[in-house]
């Protein structure tokens, strides 16, 4: 059993105490106070952040001023590797044990448990439910229990892990220990499963908002993907980010294609081989600007703070799926974009996948549900945050100003009359035909498809000429997400007409369509201007970086484990000369002061003798 707490509450003021000394923050943020206070009580906690949102130091914190070890539970080895680096760096006594150590090595993890030498200790959960390994717990005093992704709990989500099951013998096994479970899924029925399958102790529940807010959403009617998918590049050179795609022969090509136009791209997906996986995630963290072209294999584990975008090529699944994914960028708090384009062609694909999968009716209704609910918010011409965050249970009041619709609002049109001459189109055909064959119909265009079936000889043929082809595939795509039109997936796309179609053929009803022609730029970089540095402190900028990574090469981890972007931003503009001084910017603390600044102080001074010097002459 784990020896008995002492009977003084630690104080709330010495997390504080550590967070400046360990972690270089000045305050806390969100929801970390309440979850670290009522741990520090020794109460169990239930931790909802989005990604990003801090999560770590709710349990960081109270392992480091409790006294004893804090077990942490996590389902990825990769991710408990890199918790692990980043906490030695900051000159935490962490560690992990896993079956990558040799038999050496976990002796030497053991060893120093027993020591009393470990803050942390990162285990998966069937290692830490072995008999073997929960006696050795018994032996040593115990701070808190950390588990991380408790929605790996969940059967119905699709993390789901089946040790995470056991995870509720631990209230039994050290009922004096508080137990914190942490998650970035919002749902409310997930949240009771946690804490139902977990038994946790009613919890205190810290539940944060899910907003993102420096994550700008964009989505655009897909009508050349690639040059699309380029132009949004153009506005992230430099950048490291994320480009999913649905399948991977699509993701092979992609990445291919992005090599040939420059880009540092690399795949990612199930079917490459493990050594190459790993070669191109380590990539991936380690340099600053390489693209990852992926199914969505690649994700989950990936720590990496400066993510600048993420782009989907093909439509996620659900708004979950999405805004899980896109939650990816942007971790360290810097704007970075969330981009996205789709037509009716991914509509049918999607529809086809959970049509054709072999679950039940029931299953395949609820996808098809969320499916449905995801593309509702792709068509959306209102203020993009708000539909999403309500999703998620959250309200929104304002529009939010950063993305696609606040920034530019769409254009509307009156699209009575085409959608009736596509309806007409559409049955004229026979409701046989998808909407490249409609679309043709509808222009004129005397394809071979079209004389065969003798569509040139119907009332329809040509007579859409005042619209672009694009234009009606626009109006194809919303008809059917609005449900105007049914895009039949067994039948290759097919389009049939609904219920929901008369009244409009029948002129009785009217339709707004929005405008796609008018793309707005993506206004990454104009949105940026405004806090980007002026030249010379771009230039030490970048100087800082050159040191950081000749740093993170000799240390063997990643660049952003040594600083992140923010805390180089904040020496270029504030230009510290003093250690003390550079103790002041957020992010940086004791250690990494011992570490590495010096050499950081170094670069600051070097750049000083020229620029004010050269100004006053
Ligand atoms: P999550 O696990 O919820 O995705 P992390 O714990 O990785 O998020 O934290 C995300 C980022 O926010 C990290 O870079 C971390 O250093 C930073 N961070 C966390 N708490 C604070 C704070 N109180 N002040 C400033 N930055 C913070
Ligand atoms: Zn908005």
New binding site residues.
Partial sequence: MSVPRSPAVPSLDEARRL?REI?G?D???GR?EQAIAAALEGRDVLVL?????????CYQLPALVRPGVGIVVSPLIALMEDQVRALRELGVRAAFLNSTLDRREQHAVIEALHGGALDLLYIAPERLLQPQTLALFDRVPISIIAIDEAHCVSQWGHDFREDYLGLHRLRERFPRVPRIALT?TATPPTRREIVERLALDEPELCIGGFDRPNIRYMVQAKTDARRQLLGFLKGHAGEAGIVYCLSRKKVESVAEWLRAQGFDALPYHAGLNAETRAAHQRRFLNDDAVVIVATIAFGMGI?K?DVRFVAHLDLPKSIESYYQETGRAG???EPAEAWMVYGVQDVVQLRQLVDGGNADDEHKRRERQKLDALLGWCEVTSCRRRPLLEYFGENAPEPCGNCDNCIAPPATWDGTEAARKLLSAVYRTGQRFGAAHVVDVLLGNATDKVRQNRHDRLSVFGIGTELSANAWRSVVRQLVVLGYLRADAERYGALTLTEQSRPLLRGEAKLELREDTKVPSTGGKKARAADTAAPADERLFEALRDCRRRIATEQGVPPYVIF?DATLKAMAADRPTSPEALLGL??VGRTKLERYGDRFLEVLRAHALVSPADDAS
């Fill in positions: 967070l972690f923050y305050s806390f943020r970390q952040m989005p990604t990003g949102g801090g999560k770590s130091l970035a720590d703070p971790r360290d708090g992140h957020p992010g």
